[in-house]
């Protein structure tokens, strides 16, 4: 997949900052509006999906993702096989029958999750069920998918184009997030990993993430944030935070194709 988990992942590696205190009371009232700080939960229900599409070919014994960041191939024997990709070095795809594929992924001999592809009976929608084993806690969760672009002559019903609706259901371990600013050290704790970074400063590693991905965070106007993640260099992705009070607002794009995600969370 493209995107595993997306809106969920794109708030769990997002991070701000909390504005300084002051001893005068119009500028507190408006630090606490713009504070960050503490423990965020999620809304489902108000990710919205933009441009977010998804390309796969399964024929002739063979599974690529074209819309993968980097794009890979594999064979779907249902056999374990050896992958050169960010976060997994070994994955296996099998074919259950015409309208369901698995797939389970592995990195560094430990099991990273998987999923269960399931096309409706016309062929218009997919449902995603998924794994994922990457974080503190195990998350499951699904998402649906409607179909874009039909599948090529002979190919699996999962081959084509298709566009993300966004998840239906998703843990809620996978939603949760802390945020604590200390001068300008800015410490973010999720389910899919940590960090501390310096505002303005360089990209830090996120710990627990085995992906290579990097963050860096910066201020924008008084209650606003810019996360860029980047791997070797190059940027995957940014996300714009909005603090209103006791709720935040999320926008994340895609550096590649400018697919967005937008969301809320709510102070806990």
């Given at each position: 997949?493209?995107?595993?988990?997306t809106a969920l992942a794109a708030f769990t590696l997002t991070a701000?900052?909390?504005?300084?205190?002051?001893?005068?009371?119009?500028?507190?009232?408006?630090?606490?509006?713009?504070?960050?700080?503490?423990?965020?939960?999620?809304d489902l229900d108000s990710a919205e999906f933009e441009n977010d599409?998804?390309?796969?070919?399964?024929?002739?014994?063979?599974?690529?993702?074209?819309?993968?960041?980097?794009?890979?191939?594999?064979?779907?024997?249902?056999?374990?096989?050896?992958?050169?990709?960010?976060?997994?070095?070994?994955?296996?795809?099998?074919?259950?029958?015409?309208?369901?594929?698995?797939?389970?992924?592995?990195?560094?001999?430990?099991?990273?999750?998987?999923?269960?592809?399931?096309?409706?009976?016309?062929?218009?929608?997919?449902?995603?069920?998924?794994?994922?084993?990457?974080?503190?806690?195990?998350?499951?969760?699904?998402?649906?998918?409607?179909?874009?672009?039909?599948?090529?002559?002979?190919?699996?019903?999962?081959?084509?184009?298709?566009?993300?609706?966004?998840?239906?259901?998703?843990?809620?371990?996978?939603?949760?997030?802390?945020?604590?600013?200390?001068?300008?050290?800015?410490?973010?704790?999720?389910?899919?990993?940590?960090?501390?970074?310096?505002?303005?400063?360089?990209?830090?590693?996120?710990?627990?993430?085995?992906?290579?991905?990097?963050?860096?965070?910066?201020?924008?106007?008084?209650?606003?944030?810019?996360?860029?993640?980047?791997?070797?260099?190059?940027?995957?992705?940014?996300?714009?935070?909005?603090?209103?009070?006791?709720?935040?607002?999320?926008?994340?794009?895609?550096?590649?194709?400018?697919?967005?995600?937008?969301?809320?969370?709510?102070r806990q």
């Open positions: 997949m493209k995107k595993m988990m701000g900052l909390a504005a300084c205190s002051s001893a005068d009371d119009t500028e507190a009232t408006t630090a606490a509006a713009s504070d960050i700080s503490g423990n965020w939960m999620i599409n998804r390309e796969y070919l399964l024929a002739d014994g063979t599974f690529e993702c074209k819309s993968c960041n980097p794009p890979f191939s594999m064979a779907a024997n249902g056999e374990w096989q050896d992958l050169d990709r960010p976060g997994a070095d070994k994955g296996m795809i099998e074919v259950v029958d015409d309208r369901t594929v698995k797939t389970a992924y592995q990195f560094e001999g430990k099991d990273t999750g998987g999923s269960t592809w399931t096309v409706s009976e016309d062929g218009a929608t997919m449902k995603l069920d998924f794994t994922s084993m990457t974080g503190d806690e195990t998350i499951n969760g699904s998402e649906t998918y409607t179909r874009t672009g039909d599948a090529p002559d002979g190919a699996h019903a999962v081959s084509g184009q298709w566009s993300n609706n966004g998840p239906d259901s998703v843990d809620e371990a996978a939603l949760r997030a802390m945020y604590n600013v200390e001068g300008d050290q800015f410490t973010f704790d999720g389910n899919n990993g940590s960090y501390t970074a310096t505002l303005g400063g360089e990209p830090v590693a996120i710990e627990g993430n085995n992906a290579g991905v990097m963050v860096a965070v910066e201020r924008m106007g008084d209650n606003g944030y810019r996360l860029t993640f980047s791997r070797d260099d190059e940027t995957l992705s940014t996300s714009e935070l909005t603090v209103d009070g006791d709720t935040l607002t999320g926008v994340s794009t895609d550096a590649r194709d400018d697919s967005v995600v937008r969301w809320t969370a709510t």
